[in-house]
Each structure stands twice: as C-alpha cells, then as structure tokens.
Nanobody
Framework: QVQLVESGGGLVQAGGSLRLSCAAS????????MGWFRQAPGKDREFVGF????????YYPDSVKGRFTISRDNAKNTVYLQMNGLKPEDTAVYYC?????????????WGQGTQVTVSS
C-alpha cells in the first residue's frame, strides 16, 4: 500500500507554468505505475497521464500532450507533473494516483488533490 500527498498547486496566469509534486510513503514506490488526473467543478474526472514504474515511459492524452510532462524520482518517492503553457481550461483539482497493475488502468490509491487555477 501507499499513501500519496500532492502539493504545488496555486494560481497562475494563462501561459504560465506550474510544477506539482506527489510524495508517496512506503518503501515500494518503484513498484507502482503513477498517474495524474484532474477534475473541474461539475465535470468528470479526466486522465492527465501516467508514468511507468522505472520512469522510462509516459503517456498523455491529446488535451495536454506537448504541454505537460510527468517524471518521477524513485529515490525520493516522488512523482511530478510539470505543466507549461497553462490554459484556463486546465483549472481543476489535480490528483495523483498509484496502481500495481501494468495491464489494467485501475488505480488503487489516490491523493487528496491540489487546486490549480489558471487565470485568463
């Protein structure tokens, strides 16, 4: 099992950048695929991307591809979401999540979320 705590959210101007961090507890962080999600008020949760266990592979949907980058530092038990070229529609609560499975997309553990607000 793993406990996740996001940080780094805040208010940023459109076109700006923000880096989110997700700190994980435990000694088995490298066993988990890590994902990022976001949810805006009144909207469904949206997949933002994931990074594999070794940090050698990432995947992003078209909505953030080219703007967002996920990385991880297994020695620090931390995963990051670097967000560049932010748009007002990126405003949401951002969550990190962890899963053991590599053949499914079901995430087992979730952080509490951190608010990102992008002003126009």
């Amino acid at each position: 099992q793993v406990q996740l705590v996001e940080s780094g959210g805040g208010l940023v101007q459109a076109g700006g950048s923000l880096r989110l961090s997700c700190a994980a507890s435990g000694r088995t962080f490298s066993n988990y695929v890590m994902g990022w999600f976001r949810q805006a008020p009144g909207k469904d949760r949206e997949f933002v991307g994931f990074i594999n266990r070794s940090g050698t592979s990432t995947y992003y949907p078209d909505s953030v591809k080219g703007r967002f980058t996920i990385s991880r530092d297994n020695a620090k038990n931390t995963v990051y979401l670097q967000m560049n070229g932010l748009k007002p529609e990126d405003t949401a609560v951002y969550y990190c999540a962890a899963r053991i499975g590599i053949t499914t997309t079901q995430y087992d553990y979730w952080g509490q979320g951190t608010q990102v607000t992008v002003s126009s």
